[in-house]
């Protein structure tokens, strides 16, 4: 039962059926079983890849791949993420006002998403979770106009079937299971075939998005500028196609993946899709684009060209600068003893500098993290 009025108003509004609000809006939908389809109400494409389902009382559009329940519904429909704005359209109500004392409500972590990587086999080497933080009204943190995430990984417990072990690393980043780049059967299938170009994106989701376009797309784990040459050997005679995310570290990163790929795919194309805003993606694309103008692009691609050297020195400054935040970032997670003693010793070597100044970087991050455990998300305060 709702604990409070604010929670109960919340309920009302997940309560009105899906179907009703598709109704009172005048959308036409084709009803084939428990399922009403029909072209999307926002990016007005394809007759069958918008759906309710009346029986479990969600929805779906494959084209702005978005779906969930009525409030994510009017959230779509009215193009934004306001939770409450979309329970006050329901409801017919605003939202009540809250008594007591002020409290505070912390994001809580919650896993939207799962991506297993497989081996040739289909057996699986690791998986990445999509990690989100959600209020208790069901509203999410935003960072830059989006979901604000992290990412974990996990690989499968050898002598425990079924059972995971966290990480995929050692503490000094090395890898514990085999490197391979995800959707890897899709991927060797049409390489073998030599019928598909082959893009590589930055993030599972983007490729889940070309598969279920028919695309043949695979990324690495770990986002930008963490593409290794493991996965460029899977890539072997390959047609690649590299799609930036629009902003600094998408370009970094199909320069990194196009020169690990030099002598080793077949031909490295680039394609910058047109109209995105900074930091948007081909899924911020998709949403208004189709695979018809896709393939279209696709045919228009350029071939990539490495950088500058001028450019390329830039980009080895960045690399070197990742590394050292990394290393420092695991030594600051060390306990304190005789391997942390030795690190700290050689990472000053490394660095150059005085083992002073890596005790001090140590202590900032050490504090930041504090803070960050204790402010986790951002405040909310009721009134």
């Not at 929670?7 to 598709?22: F, H, K």
Request: contains cysteine; proline residues 6%.
């Amino acid at each position: 039962m709702p604990n409070s009025a604010y929670e109960a108003w919340v309920e009302r509004a997940r309560a009105v059926p899906i179907e009703t609000e598709i109704a009172r809006r005048g959308i036409q939908l084709k009803r084939v079983g428990a399922e009403h389809v029909g072209p999307c109400p926002v990016c007005g494409t394809g007759d069958d890849r918008f759906s309710i389902n009346t029986v479990k009382q969600v929805f779906n559009c494959r084209i702005c791949n978005v779906g969930g329940d009525v409030i994510k519904l009017v959230e779509h429909l009215d193009g934004n993420d306001d939770f409450t704005a979309a329970c006050t359209t329901l409801t017919g109500e605003p939202p009540p006002k809250a008594v007591g004392k002020a409290r505070v409500v912390r994001a809580r972590e919650i896993v939207v998403a799962e991506y297993p990587y497989l081996d040739e086999n289909g057996a699986v080497v690791f998986a990445t979770e999509r990690v989100e933080f959600q209020y208790p009204d069901g509203t999410f943190v935003l960072k830059d106009g989006k979901h604000k995430k992290i990412f974990r990984y996990k690989r499968p417990d050898p002598d425990r079937p079924g059972k995971w072990i966290n990480g995929v690393t050692d503490k000094d980043g090395n890898w514990l299971v085999r490197i391979v780049p995800y959707r890897l059967s899709e991927l060797l299938e049409a390489i073998g075939s030599n019928s598909h170009p082959i893009l590589i994106v930055e993030g599972e989701p983007k490729v889940d998005l070309l598969a279920s376009w028919g695309v043949i797309a695979t990324c690495n784990a770990g986002g930008a500028t963490k593409w290794k040459p493991e996965h460029s050997a899977f890539l072997k005679d390959a047609d690649v196609i590299l799609v930036p995310d629009n902003d600094d570290a998408g370009w970094k990163h199909i320069d990194i993946v196009g020169r690990s790929l030099v002598g080793i795919a077949k031909r490295i194309r680039v394609l910058a899709l047109p109209g995105l805003a900074v930091k948007g993606d081909i899924i911020d694309w998709a949403k208004a684009g189709t695979r018809e103008q896709l393939d279209e692009l696709i045919d228009k691609a350029p071939d990539w060209e490495p950088p500058a050297a001028e450019e390329l020195n830039k980009e080895k400054k960045v690399v070197a600068e990742q590394s050292e935040d990394e290393l420092l970032d695991a030594l600051s997670k060390m306990r304190k003893g005789v391997e942390f003693d030795r690190e700290r010793k050689r990472l000053a070597k490394q660095l150059d500098v005085r083992p002073s100044a890596i005790d001090a970087e140590i202590e900032e991050r050490q504090a930041e993290a504090q803070t960050t455990a204790l402010l986790h998300g951002h405040w909310y305060v009721e009134p």
